[in-house]
């Protein structure tokens, strides 16, 4: 059943909508942790037909919790998370190493020096960066791929991941618990379509904040102790 709905829910986000409708709130909170996780991995998945409808659920009937579906669908991506975290640890590190070692690395101006500094940097300053990286699509998927290269602190990794995709999860329930007020279920897909492009600018807007911030903290004046 859930093999058929996961497949459902790669051709068609509407249908997954529709299948939170017919579940029971436990089916619903899997559902949730599930697609979370897959969407938070290797497998990009809007993120954004998964906790509307359940907070749209909330809203409308007194079985599902809002609280709930925020909290397992950050522990979805958390998990999600350290899938890519890992992966990049065990497989992604030993190739960019020997791609660096190679002589086509070496080509593009590219050493086992610099790579271990850019680690360096990520694992100084990759905090905001995992955060800020959980709100913007199509990237949210990609930043633990860095972080596990640098071998960020996992701790820290896991909290500055929760805090993202919390805020982020805490948006799109928000979305789901006013078009629960608003709209009939039949027309959710299309009013959460509507305002993703929003969400999208959004992460967008706050993604350049970041870029700025990892600018600023690699090229800033250095401070007066310096040695010149």
Known sequence: MLDAITLLAIFDPAGIMAKFFEADAMTVYLLVLGFMIVESSFIPFPSEVIVPPAAYLACTSHEVDIYLVVGVATLGAIIGALINYFLSVWIGRPIVYAFANSRLGHACLIDEAKVRKAEDYFDRH?????????????????????????????????????????????????????LGRMVPRDQLYAQVEKYNDYLTYFGLALGLVCVCIIIWNAFKPAGKGSVK
Not at 154 to 164: E, H, Q
């Open 126 to 178: 990759g905090a905001i960066s995992t955060f800020i990286g959980r709100l913007i699509p199509a990237v949210r998927q990609l930043i633990s791929i860095p972080a596990g290269l640098a071998r960020m602190n996992i701790g820290k990794f896991v909290l500055f991941t929760g805090l993202g995709a919390l805020v982020w999860n805490a948006v799109l329930a928000t979305l789901g618990w006013w």
